[in-house]
């Protein structure tokens, strides 16, 4: 049989059940390392969990139709392997990418780079790839694909600069952050646990840079005009943050935005809060609270906190679980369960009550499905001391969240919410305008009816 050698963008049909495609290329002096991986995709083009990777940390998909065989070396060619056993597959998985990353260099310094499908049981080549590289330092080789209940192979030939974690994060993949230093903090804390302010911890904001502070000081002058525009001077409140983590919101994640979310709220803790800290949440399937936010740590928190995941997936060494209240996110999932956060944002104002009624500013891209249990939730959460503002971050579904104002049966309206293309491109003056628009209305009624003091 001839090898079918294809160029960038061919395609052609593979009728073998099993086959094993090899990242070969020709090793030497000064060559990066280089590694094979793979991930399975749903006919959303994104993969469905984080265990939909398959690559040197995770060798084994969990159904057994994709292994990592690991490299060989042998008359002077390096070849990484991965098997696929197509028969094995899910039907909802529609398309499998195969994936290279180099370590300690880019592609365009990797000599003989191929990417080669052969038919695993009889060892037959069926197709063969050779690609050029430059500055990328990640690279989809190929996809396996499914067209009309045939599997087919297409050569693709896109290379990545921001490494393994940058493609993968394109395919709804949590990564964490590069490894900052080790250090051996002074006081541990067990993982996911909450930093408390300390007697002394006040607000700090003179211990922030320059320019963050001088943002700071003038967000806090816009929230107080937006309050005064309602009618509302001289309110404390506390401020709870939820920060949605699904699998959905990693390209927020990446590009800073959730970042400037969370220093732009910063703001309005700042002025309205006893304090000026923030208790604060991330969600995705499970929900875990992270440390406070205090102002006067405000880049060390966004640094730590704000995160898609801290999951490891692409250190090739162990790593320890985290000593300085940062959340496995692993154990937090990718789906949209708001109803756990809102409960346990719930229980949180029981157990610790206080004076001053609580705003909870909870930002999401939507994907609202658990709309039943939702309701439930707020509906029961209708006679305590919580305002709730939802702020979607872009035109998705919002299920409940975006109906509620107009549902009935309740003695006063406890939720608020709006929604944007871009919160980026938002002015401060109108995000704040918008965000505490309702919430004075709220504690105005909230007073009248006995459930604010």
């Given amino acids: 049989m001839t090898v079918q050698s294809l160029g960038k963008g061919a395609n052609v049909a593979i009728e073998a059940a099993v086959v094993r495609a090899e990242l070969t290329w020709s090793p030497g002096s000064g060559t990066p390392d280089i590694d094979a991986s793979a991930l399975l995709l749903a006919s959303t083009g994104h993969v469905r969990g984080d265990d939909d990777f398959v690559f040197y940390n995770q060798p084994r998909h969990a159904s057994g139709a994709l292994t990592h065989l690991g490299k060989v070396d042998e008359a002077g060619t390096s070849r990484d392997r991965i098997e696929v056993d197509l028969s094995r597959l899910e039907p909802d998985v529609q398309r499998i990418v195969l994936c290279a990353s180099a370590d300690g260099g880019t592609f365009g310094e990797v000599p003989g780079l191929a990417l080669r499908l052969f038919d695993a049981r009889s060892g037959t080549e069926l197709a063969r790839f050779d690609m050029d590289a430059g500055t990328e330092t990640a690279f989809i080789g190929g996809e396996l694909y499914r067209r009309h209940g045939q599997w087919r192979f297409r050569a693709v030939g896109q290379g990545y600069d921001a490494g393994l974690a940058g493609l993968a994060t394109d395919f709804g993949i949590t990564v964490d952050d590069a490894p900052s230093p080790e250090r051996a903090p002074a006081d541990p804390q067990p993982l996911g646990s909450v930093a408390l302010p300390g007697p002394d911890a006040g607000r700090g904001e003179e211990h922030l840079p320059v320019d963050m502070r001088k943002r700071l000081s003038l967000r806090k002058e816009q929230v107080a005009v937006s309050l005064a525009k309602h009618g509302v001077t001289g309110i404390v409140t506390r401020v709870v943050l939820v920060l949605d983590a699904s699998g959905s919101m990693a390209p927020l994640y990446a590009k800073g935005v959730v970042a400037d979310v969370v220093e732009r709220m910063a703001a309005v803790a700042a002025q309205l809060d006893d304090d000026g800290s923030m208790q604060a949440w991330t969600f995705g399937t499970n929900p875990a609270r992270l440390p406070d936010l205090r102002l006067g740590e405000l880049p060390e928190w966004l640094r730590l906190h704000v995160r898609v995941g801290q999951i ?142």
């Fill in 312 to 453: 490891g997936l692409f250190r090739r060494k162990p790593k320890r679980p985290p000593q300085d209240g940062r959340v496995d996110m692993k154990t937090v999932g990718i789906q949209n369960e708001e109803q756990k956060v809102i409960a346990q944002v719930r229980d949180y104002v029981r157990r610790s009550p206080a004076a001053a009624p609580t705003l909870v500013l909870f930002f999401s891209d939507g994907g609202v499905y658990r709309n039943a249990e939702i309701e439930r939730e707020l509906r029961e959460a209708v006679e305590e001391p919580i305002f709730w503002q939802f702020v979607g971050l872009g035109r998705s579904n919002y299920g409940v969240l975006q109906r509620f104002d107009t549902l009935p049966g309740r003695r006063v309206d406890n939720v608020g919410f709006f929604c944007v293309d871009d919160i980026s491109n938002v002015p401060d003056p109108q995000l704040y305008d918008r965000l505490l628009s309702q919430f004075p209305q709220w504690i105005t009624a909230a007073r009248q009816l006995g459930i604010l003091a």
